[in-house]
């Protein structure tokens, strides 16, 4: 017990040796040491003070060795404190960390503490367990101090079990362990004194060191100082060479500056003339499609219509005749009517004032009022129009430019398939933020050139199936709207085997009522 408040002393010459030099980790071994002394002492909120600081140090160098020892330290404390429960808790990180770094020495150290707070508790059950365990490698490192300790928890946990035989050997074996440590006296005294020495030598060449620092700083700044006094002449001159020369640059700044803006401003323009003049021409392409569009296909329809009124005017056909013809002419009526649904959508879509009513929706609304719509139209060629889109699938775009999108979807699928063939529409989730809405046939699919004109203006339609007519912007249509709603549409195909035309959109919000589709 005497050797305590010297070893305290000690240890605090030696922590403002270590603070001085900025040793962290000789530090942190002192605070530990310390902390060791109080709890030998049994003081033990001073011993907590010293370890708290010493962890704090271990855990900010990422030691591995010092975190896992002074975690045992502090169950060992708390157990003192008769706070069990808080002392298991450190000596779990303590082995947790002496196993997976294999610090074999902390290991049982921390073993050894999980022994003592057990016999504290009267559960010798399990301080048998850990002890065994502990002594196991105390005795593989050969340390007398931590097999003396493991030797006197096995005989308080042996003497609890009622094996008193068995404690008695223990109790003969600490002893034992014991009177060698104490052989070891004087040699420990002769220990303590050579590194009394040899820590009073060290203070004694560190207040050398220290006074040679000194001179030497104070010969440096007079040396510091007569440069200082150069250069500030030096500076002086050139400061004033500097501000000359500053505003003539200044000056040179600005008018290249000025001429920069403009060269900028030419740029602009010209790139805004360039835009203007693209998108001009892209119209100047669009405008002569809409034309013949508009004077031949559109036109072809209203001729027949015209030519039946005129052939029931002038009773050149039966009642029987004009029934038979109806239904082709009502077909393409039901065609032109259907494109020009999409192509007034998609020139009012085209104005500044258009507004993209995007809502949250369920996309089954609107495709199984498509997939509906044109049954019967599938169902006269022999195809089989299936809709496989789930229930509970939410988008946020346009709903009628979806909705115009995947009716030119549907109708092109049909007009390129045969009987027996099947069109799917179907949905799946592309990431968080997509869907992927797909129409997939199994008709004739296109060729490599076909794909590669598909979504330009300069593409031609070619004829059904069954020879149905079109206009070949139905594509274009379905990109431009698309792309308005933040989406991107693409196609693959295989002539012979069929197409899928696929588009993405975002997903929506699922507190939206249904749509209602009309």
């Not at 010969?219 to 500030?232: E, M, P, V, W, Y």
């Not at 892209?282 to 499609?289: A, E, F, H, V």
């Not at 039966?318 to 999409?342: A, C, N, R, W």
């Not at 498509?370 to 775009?397: C, M, R």
Request: with cysteine; glycine share 4%; charged share 25%.
């Amino acid at each position: 017990m005497e050797l305590y408040p010297k070893a305290f002393e000690y240890y605090k010459k030696a922590l403002k040796l270590f603070q001085s030099s900025k040793d962290l980790n000789g530090v942190g071994t002192v605070y530990e040491n310390i902390g060791e002394v109080m709890i030998a002492q049994k003081n033990y909120d001073s011993a907590i003070d010293y370890l708290s600081k010493s962890i704090d140090i271990a855990i900010k160098q990422d030691d591995k060795d010092g975190m896992s020892s002074v975690y045992t330290d502090f169950g060992l404390c708390y157990a003192r404190k008769n706070q069990n429960r808080l002392a298991l808790s450190y000596l779990n990180k303590s082995l947790q960390i002496a196993s997976e770094y294999k610090i074999v020495y902390n290991e049982a150290y921390a073993l050894i503490g999980f022994a003592t707070v057990y016999n504290l508790q009267k559960d010798y059950k399990n301080a048998y367990k850990y002890v065994i365990e502990g002594q196991k490698l105390a005795v593989k490192l050969g340390n007398l101090s931590i097999r003396s300790n493991a030797a006197l928890q096995l005989n308080r946990a042996l003497a609890g079990l009622g094996k008193y035989e068995e404690a008695y050997k223990l109790l003969r074996q600490y002893n034992d362990l014991n009177d060698s440590l104490n052989n070891n006296e004087s040699i420990q005294k002769l220990t303590t004194y050579n590194l009394e020495l040899d820590f009073a030598t060290k203070q004694q060449l560190f207040a050398q060191q220290q006074k040679e620092k000194d001179l030497l700083y104070q010969q440096k700044i007079k040396q510091q100082r007569l440069i200082n006094a150069i250069f500030l002449t030096i500076i002086l001159g050139m400061v004033a060479i500097s501000v000359v020369y500053y505003r003539q640059k200044r000056k040179q700044q600005k008018i290249n500056l000025m001429l920069e803006e403009k060269n900028k401003e030419v740029l602009l323009q010209k790139t805004s003339i360039d835009d203007q003049a693209q998108k001009l021409n892209g119209l100047n392409i669009l405008k002569d499609r809409l034309i013949s569009v508009l004077a031949h296909d559109l036109r072809a329809p209203l001729s027949t219509l015209i030519g039946l009124f005129n052939l029931l005017q002038d009773d050149t056909i039966s009642h029987e005749q004009m029934l038979q013809m109806i239904p082709g002419v009502l077909k393409k009526l039901e065609y032109t009517s259907d494109f020009l649904d999409t192509l007034l959508f998609w020139i009012n879509s085209q104005m500044e004032n258009f507004e993209n009513s995007t809502k949250s929706f369920f996309i089954k609304d609107v495709v199984a009022y498509e997939t509906e719509s044109y049954h019967e139209q599938a169902a006269l060629k022999g195809i089989n129009l299936v809709d496989t889109v789930p229930d509970n699938i939410v988008i946020a775009a346009d709903p009628n430019s979806i909705r115009i999108v995947i009716r030119n979807l549907i109708t092109n699928a049909i007009k390129f398939s045969n009987e027996n063939d099947t069109i799917e529409v179907s949905a799946r989730r592309q990431d968080d933020q997509n869907y992927v809405i797909s129409v997939k046939d199994t008709g004739t699919g296109m060729s490599e050139d076909q794909l590669h004109k598909l979504f330009k203006s300069k593409v031609n339609s070619k004829a059904g199936t069954n020879n149905e007519s079109g206009t070949g912007m139905g594509m274009l249509f379905c990109k431009d709207l698309v792309e308005k709603c933040s989406g991107k549409i693409w196609v693959t195909s295989k002539q012979g085997q069929g197409t899928e035309f696929s588009f993405t959109v975002p997903a929506g919000t699922i507190n939206e009522s249904r749509l209602e589709v009309a």
